[in-house]
């Protein structure tokens, strides 16, 4: 445990810091040729974290990405960064505890990253206009940018406020799009370092943005679109630039993984056991729609996050669309999710498997524990119901291994009663990992491969708060930034909820947490996002991975139907999380 007595630690003043860093700010806005309106565009607030920060650089603290011009189409350029934020609504903040902060762990959240096979026949763009998902102007490119982001935590290598070396990454769900075997392989290549090929059929590209369909981005033809009629710029060669070999580093930090819905359904939405689409996967005929209301009535319902399965009657419509068929495109099954993670070809940094074992392969649990740092567990959950759908709900074993998992290592809990509990054990804090938010677990369909109850997210949050040590629950799904605090009466029993937007839509966040204890009886969080590695700007024809990257943000940022919510307020974005140290 590394005191951070922040005079010694830097060597100099806190203002000094800060100096550096605008400097540092300035000098890469003037190396991108970028507007120098920026340049001074730092009140208050902005400056307070960075000189509270020990290694804000190549953060969102220093700069993010902002729009280069308003109204239509748009170039992104280094933006001012984001405050930090000290919120208090769990506990007040004392004075002087940057002087005597000590790190406790510092982790990485990826999340919602999206691996996308954008040519598989078994996709529903057509409905984009009702769930901006079905279909995005830049998921040709995502294996590009996964890469940057990368690159990015490798360059960085330290959490920005706690000094500390990163312990571990933990990746909360949705690495592919469509659970394709192909999309998991890519996936794999991108953590752990490997080749890609992000192409899929066909040397030439088969799906929708070459079909000639003006409602969608159609990059290389000259003919107007949805997307060219707002300023989308034509891109000769695109296709054959994204399907390019390219070659990411693979992460130098252990990571770990967890199940999302996408990798557990089709396109996230539909049980996996829907016959009449799964047979489709490696067929040679895309799927367009089915020949009877009452089943395309249920696809939309599912893919806007309702839950109504595809009637055994329905039949699909006749599709003359043929496309070359692919064996690699064939859907994994929640157990090949989990063996793929096992080949030591995709170990990288570590650790075998990437939390799963061949245990849990056998026995089917996608669930598990592990220690981030001296004294502090990470707890991994399944939060995807086998029986579909997008929403997620927690198992009854599952639940229970939970509660067994942190009485373990509490020497104080409560029972359901409300009755405390005190016994001679070692104390650990807990972080929890999952895909699905606190109030998108609503989904206790009985899975069809284990029927037992389940639990939705409102009953894991009051479980959580019979355990004092439970500090965080971290997660994803809603492809949104937001930060929620769970009270209890007893502080000691209220925890923070972190939820991160994605790496496919923008602002295409991932997230460092760092853990400190401020030895006041607090704790502090921080929270503080990060963008890949991949410059603002590229030149259009620059077929370079870190060049893709780029555009692979700037088309998401210009995507028509993109949610202008998803990067959540300041106070979820870069934060000083207070919490009562339960264990002072």
């Known amino acids: 445990m590394t005191s951070l007595r922040r005079r010694t630690v830097l060597g100099g003043t806190i203002g000094g810091l800060a100096a550096t860093a605008l400097s540092s700010h300035s000098a890469q806005a003037t190396d991108s040729g970028l507007n120098s309106r920026f340049d001074t565009g730092f009140d208050a607030?902005?400056?307070?974290?960075?000189?509270?920060?020990?290694?804000?650089?190549?953060?969102?603290?220093?700069?993010?990405?902002?729009?280069?011009?308003?109204?239509?189409?748009?170039?992104?350029?280094?933006?001012?960064?984001?405050?930090?934020?000290?919120r208090t609504d769990l506990s007040p903040a004392k004075p002087k505890r940057d002087d005597t902060r000590q790190a406790q762990a510092s982790i990485v959240q990826f999340t919602d990253v999206h691996v996308i096979d954008a040519q598989s026949p078994v996709r529903f763009e057509w409905l984009h206009q009702i769930t901006g998902s079905a279909f995005r102007p830049h998921e040709a490119l995502g294996t590009q940018g996964g890469a940057e982001l990368v690159r990015r935590v490798n360059a960085l290598r330290k959490?920005?406020?706690s000094g500390r070396a990163f312990d571990c990454v933990v990746t909360t769900g949705d690495s592919s799009d469509n659970h394709e075997k192909v999309e998991l392989d890519w996936f794999l290549a991108m953590m752990s370092g490997g080749a890609i090929t992000a192409n899929t059929g066909s040397k030439t590209w088969e799906g929708v943005q070459t079909a000639g369909d003006s409602f969608y981005y159609l990059p290389e033809?000259?003919?107007?679109?949805?997307?060219?009629?707002?300023?989308?710029?034509?891109?000769?060669?695109?296709?054959?630039?994204?399907?390019?070999?390219?070659?990411?580093?693979?992460?130098?930090?252990?990571?770990?993984?967890?199940?999302?819905?996408?990798?557990?359904?089709?396109?996230?939405?539909?049980?996996?056991?829907?016959?009449?689409?799964?047979?489709?996967?490696?067929?040679?005929?895309?799927?367009?729609?089915?020949?009877?209301?009452s089943a395309t009535r249920a696809l939309r319902t599912s893919a806007v996050g309702g839950r109504s399965a595809i009637p055994k009657s329905a039949k699909l419509t006749d599709s003359d669309w043929e496309v070359t068929a692919d064996e690699r495109r064939a859907p994994f099954s929640p157990r090949e999710f989990m063996a793929a993670h096992l080949d030591p070809a995709v170990d990288g940094p570590g650790p075998h498997g990437h939390g799963f074992t061949a245990d849990a392969v056998a026995d089917g649990i996608g669930y598990y524990s592990f220690q981030i740092a001296p004294g502090v567990v990470g707890i991994s959950m399944d939060s995807t119901n086998r029986a579909g759908f997008t929403d997620?709900?927690?198992?009854?074993?599952?639940?229970?291994?939970?509660?067994?998992?942190?009485?373990?290592?509490?020497?104080?809990?409560?029972?359901?009663?409300?009755?405390?509990?005190?016994?001679?054990?070692?104390?650990?804090?807990?972080?929890?990992?999952?895909?699905?938010?606190?109030?998108?677990?609503?989904?206790?369909?009985?899975?069809?491969?284990?029927l037992e109850i389940r639990h939705s997210g409102s009953e894991l949050v009051s479980t959580l708060q019979r355990y004092p040590n439970v500090v965080a629950w971290v997660n994803g799904h809603t492809h949104d930034n937001k930060i929620t605090p769970h009270h209890h009466n007893d502080p000691t029993r209220s925890f923070w909820e972190i939820n991160t937007a994605s790496h496919v839509d923008f602002p295409q966040h991932a997230r460092i947490i760092d853990v400190c204890d401020n030895t006041?009886?607090?704790?502090?969080?921080?929270?503080?996002?990060?963008?890949?590695?991949?410059?603002y700007?590229?030149?259009?024809?620059?077929?370079?991975?870190?060049?893709?990257?780029?555009?692979?943000?700037?088309?998401?940022?210009?995507?028509?139907?993109?949610?202008?919510?998803?990067?959540?307020?300041?106070?979820?974005?870069?934060?000083?999380?207070l919490l009562k140290n339960p264990l002072a």
């Open 45 to 86: 607030s902005r400056h307070r974290g960075l000189s509270r920060a020990l290694l804000p650089e190549g953060t969102t603290l220093e700069q993010a990405a902002a729009p280069a011009t308003t109204g239509g189409y748009t170039r992104l350029v280094a933006g001012p960064g984001y405050p930090l934020v000290v």
């Open 159 to 161: 959490g920005p406020f």
């Open 221 to 293: 033809s000259n003919a107007q679109d949805t997307y060219k009629k707002v300023g989308f710029p034509t891109l000769p060669g695109f296709f054959d630039r994204a399907t390019k070999t390219h070659t990411s580093d693979g992460l130098d930090t252990k990571w770990y993984s967890v199940f999302g819905n996408h990798d557990d359904s089709i396109e996230g939405t539909l049980p996996s056991d829907t016959p009449i689409l799964a047979d489709l996967y490696t067929g040679r005929f895309k799927f367009t729609g089915f020949d009877n209301t």
């Open 392 to 450: 997620g709900s927690i198992g009854d074993a599952q639940f229970r291994w939970i509660k067994r998992t942190l009485e373990a290592s509490s020497s104080r809990y409560y029972d359901g009663w409300g009755i405390e509990h005190r016994k001679h054990v070692t104390d650990q804090l807990f972080v929890l990992f999952s895909h699905h938010t606190s109030d998108t677990m609503g989904n206790l369909l009985l899975a069809p491969d284990k």
């Open 520 to 535: 006041d009886g607090t704790l502090s969080l921080f929270t503080t996002l990060i963008e890949s590695a991949a410059p």
């Open 537 to 577: 700007q590229a030149a259009y024809d620059d077929g370079s991975p870190s060049a893709l990257a780029s555009l692979y943000r700037e088309l998401s940022y210009n995507d028509i139907y993109r949610d202008p919510d998803r990067n959540g307020s300041t106070a979820d974005r870069n934060t000083e999380l």
